[in-house]
Nanobody, 124 residues
């Protein structure tokens, strides 16, 4: 089993930045694909970004390309999401996820483990 705990969410003004962290425990996630998803009220959970085990392969949703950066520190069993130039549309609960596999994919049903989420609110 893998437990994921997100942190770093909060309230920020449009144009600001936040850095989310996801700490994994219970088992090393060194070989796991790690992803970030988000869900706004009344909307479906959507893919934000993902990275393979080495960090050498990453994927971003079009809506966050050029503004968000995913990274991971396998020694710390932690994955990060640096979010810059935040917009009100980025407001959502952000979830960390993990899947045992090779490919970074955007389908949330393919992920095996999920954190509880952290709220990000961007004011205009």
């Amino acid at each position: 089993q893998v437990q994921l705990v997100e942190s770093g969410g909060g309230l920020v003004q449009a144009g600001g930045s936040l850095r989310l962290s996801c700490a994994a425990s219970g088992r090393t996630v060194r070989s796991y694909v790690m992803g970030w998803f988000r869900q706004a009220p009344g909307k479906e959970r959507e893919f934000v970004s993902g990275t393979n085990w080495s960090g050498g392969s990453t994927l971003y949703a079009d809506s966050v390309k050029g503004r968000f950066t995913i990274s991971r520190d396998n020694a710390k069993n932690t994955v990060y999401l640096q979010m810059n130039t935040l917009k009100p549309d980025d407001t959502a609960v952000y979830y960390c996820s993990a899947r045992l596999g090779l490919g970074v994919i955007a389908n949330p049903s393919m992920y095996d483990y999920w954190g509880q989420g952290t709220q990000v609110t961007v004011s205009s």
